[in-house]
Each structure stands twice: as structure tokens, then as C-alpha cells.
């Protein structure tokens, strides 16, 4: 009961599917009510006017009475009996109350309808005064009468019982049709991922509703453009922060140069391989936040095998260094839609990946091969592969597994999905070898150039 009240007060649609109901309710109940009433007026005015008819004829016809005179209407019903006698007649009653004697009708009676009690019964009576004179008495049973009455108004409260659920389940429909707008907006805006912060199409939407999604679009807006400053506050700092790492690196060259003794040789090792790691980590920081601004690209058709020997030819030395035998798996030439930067620092960050954390003499394999409209680029490597809780979190900025010795900054996985969800590819992460559950296969969905 507590749950439904707080649904009453927290839903509009809720709410107003009760209140329609209940005016429905209301409406039905009360139309029921005159409906019923007025049914039983109507009848007894038809019984009447039976009544009034019967006396009619029977003066036109100058009908004689021989007792018992008794005229059926509605019907066989015993009950529903008309009596007709000589108002004079009543004298000659018996009192018996059956139809084969007058009834002891009061001889006084005036002419018209009367409702009064004779033998024990009451009576619907009518006084008719015929044309040679006479004054004849048409009669029927109250009690049946009335029966008749209730019958036909229960009758006609059968439509409003049969319309009353109709319009319950027509209200309640009508109500979720109204307000589906705003859960398809809902289902919408749950689908997005966190980056998707173009507006919301309000075209469709319910005027009443419309307000408010312009207001939530230039809230949208507000965040993308609060979004891209910080973007491009960190892509400023790391390009700020290059060119010092740049002369930095220079200098601790230009120093191991220097002849210096084993303990200061031992000392500087360390010095250059921080500053390495250092520049890794600002071109990486650097490549995020352009792979993550909303900055429009070219878009051209790219040509997947440049891009595998451009790679190749950037990582073979430490391919080699490492005893990893890299190679391209098919030679068909294949063509995506792209931006040639992106794809490039894309495929470089899964291959970077693949030899360094393939143990040393592993292989790494890159291939290529079309389904319809989709390209498919994938790199596979014989390593220990990536397991499927960690799936989902490897695409986290700054996510590095444990136990691995690679240095790394944990941002190119982060890279690899913002470059594939600017350009709309799908990515998928899964074994080489699927049996032994090892080795990594990360497979991308590009659009193929026509
Ligand atoms: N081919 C792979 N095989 C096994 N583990 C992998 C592979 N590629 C990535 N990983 C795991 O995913 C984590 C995240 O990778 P990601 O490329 O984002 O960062 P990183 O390589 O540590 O740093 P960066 O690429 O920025 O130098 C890595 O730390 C590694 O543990
Ligand atoms: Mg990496």
C-alpha cells in the first residue's frame, strides 16, 4: 500500500491513470444510477400506457365481460396478468382474490390512474368511463409491475458495466502511449557512451516535455565545451612539456658521451631511461587528448597495407631486439575510410602492445580480411593474452595490468578506443588461440572505401 502511494506521488503517469479512472468511475456511477432510474420510470409509463390502451380497445369494441376476464401481456407470464372489470362489479367481489371473481375494487374510484391495495395486493388501476356509460376498471399487480421495472433497468446498466473496463484498459493505454516519448528518450540516452555529448534530438517530443530537453541539450553543451577546455589543457601542457623533455633527452645523450667512470655511467642509465619513459608518457598523454577532442578530421580512403608497413617499419627493431617474428598474414589490398594519423597511431599502439608483451621469441601476426561493407583489421600476438575480466577494464585510461615488467603508461588501449569510437569502428578483444585461452587478438571493424 506504502509502495503504491509513493508510485501515486512519484509518477505522473500513475497519477493520471488513476484520476481518469476514477473520474471514469464516477461518471460511470453516476450515469448508472439516472440510467437505472429512469429505466424503471420508463416502464412503468409503458405499463401504464398498456393499461390505458387495453381500456381503450375495449370501449371502441364495446366489448362485454363475461368473469373471468383476464388479458396476458408480456408474454406467457401468469403473473403479468391485466384484469378488466365493470367498476360496478366490485360488489359482487368474493374477496378470494383469484380471476374467476371481480375484484372488490372501491366503486367510489374517479376516473384516471390510481395505485391502491385490494384483496391484500396492491394495484396499478385505471377508471375508464366508456362511451355507453359504463366505468371500467383496468388493473395489474404492483408487485409485478415492479419486478418488470427492475428487470429492464438492470437491462440498462449492462452497457455502462461492459464500457466501464473498455475505457479503464483504453485509459491506461493511451496514458503509456502518451508518455512513451520520454522512456524511448530515456532508452536513447542510456545507450550513449560517456563521450556522446551531442544533443538530443527534440523534434519528436511532446511540447510539454520539449522545454526541458533543450534545457538538458545546453547543459550538454556546457560540458562538451568544459570537456574539450580541459582536453586541450592537457594536450597544451604535454606539447608544452615536449620540448623540454626533448632537450632533456639531448643533454643525458651528449653526457653518456662524456667519459665518466663506471659508478656515474651506472648512475645516468637509470637518468635516461625516466627521461625515455617521461616523453613515452607526454606523446601518449598528447595522443589521447587529440584522439578525444571533437575537432573534426579528413576523412580519405587509407590504404590498410600502408599503414602495416609504416607500422612495421617504426616497431621492427624492437620486434628484433625482442626475437619477435612479426609479419603480415594476407596480401589482399584493401582500402578504409579514415583519417590516415588516426589509423596509423591506432594500429601502432596494438602492435607496440603485441611485442612488448609477448614473451621473447613469440609471434606477432597483422591480417586484414572484409565482411560486406566492414573491413577487419586484426593483431594477433603468441603472448599471454588479456583474460576476460580484465577485458573490460583495459580500455580505462591509465589501466595497467599487475605483474607485468613492460614499462608502459596505461594509456594506449584508451587510445586504440577513442580513435575507434571517433570513427565509428567496433573493437573486440579476444584469444589468439582460443583452446589454450592465450595470446591477445584485438580485432577492428572499419568502414571499407568503395
Ligand atoms: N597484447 C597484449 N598482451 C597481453 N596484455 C596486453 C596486451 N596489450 C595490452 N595488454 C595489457 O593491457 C594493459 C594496458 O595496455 P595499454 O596499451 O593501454 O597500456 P601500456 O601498454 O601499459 O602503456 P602504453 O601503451 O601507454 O605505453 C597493459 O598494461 C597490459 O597489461
Ligand atoms: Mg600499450
Not at 376476464?69 to 383469484?98: P, W
Not at 573534426?296 to 580512403?301: D, F, G, L, T, Y
Request: net charge negative.
Amino acid at each position: 500500500m506504502d509502495g503504491f502511494k509513493e508510485r501515486l506521488n512519484d509518477s505522473v503517469q500513475v497519477r493520471l491513470s488513476v484520476t481518469l479512472s476514477l473520474a471514469i468511475l464516477i461518471v460511470a456511477a453516476l450515469a448508472g444510477f439516472f440510467a437505472f432510474f429512469s429505466a424503471i420510470n420508463e416502464t412503468h409509463e409503458m405499463q401504464d400506457e398498456t393499461l390505458r390502451q387495453v381500456a381503450v380497445l375495449f370501449d371502441r369494441q364495446k366489448m362485454t365481460l363475461h368473469y373471468p376476464v383476464v388479458e396476458q401481456v408480456a408474454g406467457d407470464d401468469e403473473e403479468s396478468r391485466v384484469i378488466v372489470q365493470y367498476l360496478a362489479d366490485s360488489t359482487k367481489a368474493s374477496g378470494s382474490g383469484d380471476a374467476t371473481t371481480p375484484l372488490p375494487f372501491p366503486t367510489g374510484l374517479a376516473d384516471g390512474f390510481s395505485t391502491l391495495s385490494v384483496a391484500g395486493e396492491n394495484f396499478r388501476v385505471l377508471v375508464r368511463t366508456t362511451a355507453s356509460g359504463e366505468r371500467i376498471v383496468v388493473a395489474q399487480e404492483a408487485d409485478v409491475r415492479e419486478k418488470e421495472a427492475r428487470k429492464s433497468a438492470w437491462r440498462s446498466l449492462l452497457p455502462f458495466l461492459i464500457l466501464f473496463p473498455v475505457l479503464l484498459l483504453v485509459v491506461s493505454d493511451l496514458v503509456r502511449k502518451l508518455f512513451r516519448p520520454i522512456a524511448t528518450l530515456s532508452e536513447e540516452i542510456d545507450q550513449r557512451d560517456e563521450q556522446a555529448l551531442h544533443p538530443i534530438d527534440e523534434n519528436h517530443l511532446p511540447t510539454e516535455i520539449r522545454p526541458f530537453v533543450v534545457a538538458i541539450n545546453r547543459l550538454l553543451t556546457r560540458v562538451a565545451q568544459s570537456m574539450e577546455t580541459q582536453r586541450r589543457f592537457i594536450a597544451d601542457a604535454a606539447h608544452e612539456l615536449r620540448s623540454p623533455m626533448t632537450a632533456l633527452s639531448l643533454q643525458a645523450e651528449r653526457l653518456s658521451a662524456i667519459e665518466m667512470s663506471a659508478a656515474a655511467h651506472q648512475r645516468l642509465l637509470p637518468l635516461t631511461q625516466g627521461i625515455e619513459r617521461s616523453r613515452k608518457l607526454i606523446d601518449q598523454l598528447l595522443a589521447l587528448a587529440t584522439a578525444q577532442s571533437s575537432v573534426e578530421r579528413s576523412q580519405a580512403s587509407v590504404s590498410v597495407h600502408d599503414i602495416y608497413r609504416r607500422v612495421l617499419e617504426d616497431l621492427l627493431p624492437l620486434a628484433e631486439s625482442r626475437q619477435i617474428d612479426i609479419g603480415v598474414e594476407s596480401f589482399d589490398e584493401v582500402q578504409v575510410v579514415g583519417n590516415e594519423m588516426d589509423l596509423l597511431i591506432l594500429v601502432r599502439n596494438l602492435v607496440d602492445n603485441a611485442i612488448r608483451y609477448t614473451p621473447e621469441g613469440g609471434r606477432v601476426d597483422l591480417a586484414v580480411e572484409w565482411a560486406g561493407e566492414s573491413v577487419i583489421l586484426e593483431v594477433k600476438d603468441s603472448g599471454p593474452g588479456i583474460s576476460a575480466e580484465e577485458q573490460l577494464l583495459v580500455f580505462d585510461p591509465f589501466y595497467r595490468s599487475l605483474g607485468t615488467d613492460e614499462a608502459g603508461s596505461g594509456l594506449g588501449l584508451a587510445i586504440v578506443k577513442a580513435i575507434a569510437d571517433r570513427m565509428g569502428a567496433h573493437l573486440r578483444l579476444s584469444f589468439s588461440d582460443e583452446k589454450n585461452k592465450s595470446g591477445l587478438c584485438v580485432s577492428v571493424w572499419l568502414k571499407r572505401a568503395s
